[in-house]
Nanobody, 122 residues
Framework: QVQLVESGGGLVQAGDSLRLSCAVSGRTSSIYAMGWFRQAPGKEREFVAGISGSGTNTYYADSVKGRFRISRGNAWNTVYLQMNSLKPEDTAVYYC???????????????WGQGTQVTVDS
């Protein structure tokens, strides 16, 4: 089994930056593709960013492209989401997820963290 724990969320002002972390545990966790999703109250969970198991290929939602960056740590037990130029519309609970292949749909991932709240004030 794979366990995921997100951290790094908080309250920031528009234009600020945050870096979210997802700690991954499990014997084969390092080979999983990883994704970040977010969900605001009353809205569907939406894809934010994804990274292949190798860490070479990355994918971004149009709404965050150029502002957010997903990466894997040197130890390959952590995945990051660097968020720059944050906007109020980025406010949501952010979840990390692991799957066999990078996808943009939530149901393509098999393991999920509990989420971390990001709130951006105007």
């Amino acid at each position: 089994q794979v366990q995921l724990v997100e951290s790094g969320g908080g309250l920031v002002q528009a234009g600020d930056s945050l870096r979210l972390s997802c700690a991954v545990s499990g014997r084969t966790s390092s080979i999983y593709a990883m994704g970040w999703f977010r969900q605001a109250p009353g809205k569907e969970r939406e894809f934010v960013a994804g990274i292949s198991g190798s860490g070479t290929n990355t994918y971004y939602a149009d709404s965050v492209k150029g502002r957010f960056r997903i990466s894997r740590g040197n130890a390959w037990n952590t995945v990051y989401l660097q968020m720059n130029s944050l906007k109020p519309e980025d406010t949501a609970v952010y979840y990390c997820a692991a799957g066999w292949v990078v996808g943009t749909a939530a149901n393509e991932y098999h393991y999920w963290g509990q989420g971390t709240q990001v709130t951006v004030d105007s």
